[in-house]
């Protein structure tokens, strides 16, 4: 990637709309700034939203705690078999039970 760049260059000089983008404090008028040009990244090099999330789906389809339970003839309703042994632990709106005091 190509870029140009101007060291030293007094905030004065540069164009109007490139100071407005600038925070209004921290930059007095004399002051010298480098400014680098450069192409911007296409948006096609980025992977999409739904690619992200693809690649994600498929990376949890081959974890292989995915389905661990899958094939145990003792664990028919497995979302119950969790919540009990959650129960302990958590309240009714999921937040952590305290330890009672020994």
């Not at 002051?31 to 911007?40: A, D, G, K, L, N």
């Not at 948006?43 to 899958?70: D, I």
């Amino acid at each position: 990637m190509n870029a140009v760049v101007f060291e030293h260059v007094l905030l004065s000089e540069l164009p109007a709309a490139w100071r407005a983008k600038l925070p209004k404090r921290g930059f007095a008028r004399a002051s010298q700034v480098t400014v680098r040009i450069e192409q911007e990244a296409k948006e096609a090099q980025t992977p999409s939203a739904s690619a992200q999330a693809q690649a994600a789906l498929n990376a949890l389809k081959t974890n292989p705690l995915v389905g661990m339970w899958a094939d145990r003839q003792d664990l028919t309703d497995v979302p119950g078999y969790v919540r009990a042994l959650r129960t302990p632990r958590l309240n009714a709106d999921g937040s952590r039970r305290k330890k009672a005091a020994e």
